[in-house]
């Protein structure tokens, strides 16, 4: 059911007429889900001894002082378990229903070094964003601090908004790989006591930016209790929920297509709101998404706004990384799309300051991407470029051409030091003040993000 090859489930199907799932791709890495997975662990899920889906079990029994027993092997009478969410096509709950789940030990084992890495930062940027946004939640809602090692802080309802940027760094539309992440939040506690360790303590003062083969490092105390994920598109929204059921987290969760300006949310709030993508567009534009982000939260509610700064002009070899993305965003004018404007965060800090929340973190994250994330930028443009039916076959030329020219002239740079062209993603930390409480004074210039050392 979660292989590739022929299609026979309707509502499982992709365009191709292959199973839906049988690519389905990691956020952080592009690698299909269960290759690395298997690479990570060294065995080959697809063979383990559970070979129907594995019983789920009520989350009162997640966080548990040891590993609980792996389910049972099925056989091919078992009763199906099947999710139930409204509106979903029937074939594809059931191919939902029929994936692996964290249960299984190697699934378990997969999700804890994926944790163990987001912590020594193996994922780069966006895993050190998200370890972030954990030590700026947990520092705003413990002050005061203190050796606390029994403590955690939680995002309660959580609202995940993803966007796609037009033009950007490979990784920076997608903030890490945002269903493991979430779901190392739901099963933090268990992963812990499995570890027969203690989370960091709220002071933060055992935390810091490990290396990769350090597995010293605490793990940060924080969790969740639901969550409503937001996505552009069918696709998009489609693998994360699959993601999500490999997890064993779909049922604690609600999904959506579309923005959040096109969706009625009722009378639904949220304790915590995580935006990256949202916000670009005109200086209108994204302060009415503010504004309806804003309206979405509970009473001392906390958003975390991930975007973009403008790009900086720069006049040495770097530049040449600035010509790559000039180039494709003049292809997407002449083909009538218009390109994304990304907001300064000081604009945006500004803003929220004005529409009534309080903004407490504003730090900014250099981007230095690789050669091959510089490839896979450019790969995106060619292919925009070729599948656009508004570019004459002589203009898609010139384009690729020049753009095969750019990408040999970054490997040259490459060769000499990394390809830092003043490009920063910044993360953005807002609280909505409970009634009748007074509006702190607000964060004004983002801060550049410092490595945190071992004391």
């Known amino acids: 059911t979660n292989g590739g090859g022929e299609c026979t489930t309707p509502g499982s199907c992709d365009d191709d007429g292959n199973t839906r799932g049988g690519d389905v791709r990691d956020n952080e890495e592009g690698m299909d889900l269960r290759a690395k997975l298997n690479a990570r662990l060294g065995v080959d899920i697809n063979n383990n001894n559970n070979s129907g889906p594995p019983k789920r079990v009520q989350s009162q029994d997640r966080a548990t002082n040891k590993k609980p027993n792996p389910p049972p092997p099925t056989s091919s009478g078992h009763e199906d378990y099947l999710y139930n969410i409204p509106g979903e096509d029937p074939g594809f709950i059931r191919h939902l229903s029929s994936l692996e789940t964290y249960q299984v030990p190697e699934m378990r084992e997969a999700l804890e070094q994926i944790l163990q890495e987001m912590e020594a930062n193996v994922g780069g940027i966006t895993t050190l964003m998200q370890r972030h946004v954990e030590r700026t939640l947990i520092q705003h809602q413990f002050p005061e601090g203190g050796d606390d090692t029994d403590t955690y802080a939680t995002f309660g309802s959580l609202l995940d908004v993803s966007t796609d940027y037009s033009v950007s760094w490979n990784g920076s539309t997608e903030f890490g790989g945002k269903p493991s992440w979430v779901a190392s939040m739901f099963y933090r506690k268990d992963i812990i006591n499995y570890e027969e360790t203690e989370p960091c303590r709220v002071d933060l003062e055992d935390d810091y930016d490990a290396d990769v083969d350090d597995d010293e490092c605490c793990l940060l105390g924080v969790t969740i209790n639901d969550y409503v994920g937001i996505r552009p598109t069918k696709e998009k929204k489609e ?214 050392t071992e004391q």
């Open 239 to 452: 693998e994360h929920m699959i993601l999500s059921a490999y997890w064993d987290v779909l049922d604690h969760g609600q999904w959506k297509v579309g923005t959040v300006m096109n969706l009625e949310f009722g009378d639904q709030k949220f304790d915590t709101i995580v935006a990256n993508g949202a916000l670009t567009g005109t200086d209108d534009e994204v302060v009415t998404i503010m504004e309806k982000l804003a309206s979405l939260l509970n009473p001392g509610g906390v958003v975390f706004f991930v975007g973009i700064e403008p790009i900086g002009k720069v006049d040495g070899p770097e530049k040449v990384y600035n010509e790559i993305l000039q180039q494709i965003e003049s292809a997407k004018r002449l083909g009538g799309e218009e390109p994304t404007r990304n907001v300064p965060a000081t604009f945006i800090n500004e803003s929220l300051d004005r529409i009534g929340l309080s903004v407490f973190s504003s730090v900014h994250f250099p981007i230095i991407p690789t050669l091959d994330d510089v490839r896979e930028t450019t790969n995106g443009g060619k292919r925009w470029i070729e599948e656009s039916r508004a570019l004459k076959p002589d203009i898609k030329k010139q384009y690729m051409t020049k753009l095969d020219d750019l990408v040999k002239r970054t490997a040259r740079v490459a060769k000499v030091g990394a390809v830092f062209a003043r490009e920063y993603q910044y993360i953005v930390a807002a609280e909505l003040p409970i009634d009748g409480n007074k509006k702190k004074a607000s964060v004004k210039e983002p801060t550049v993000y410092l490595p945190k």
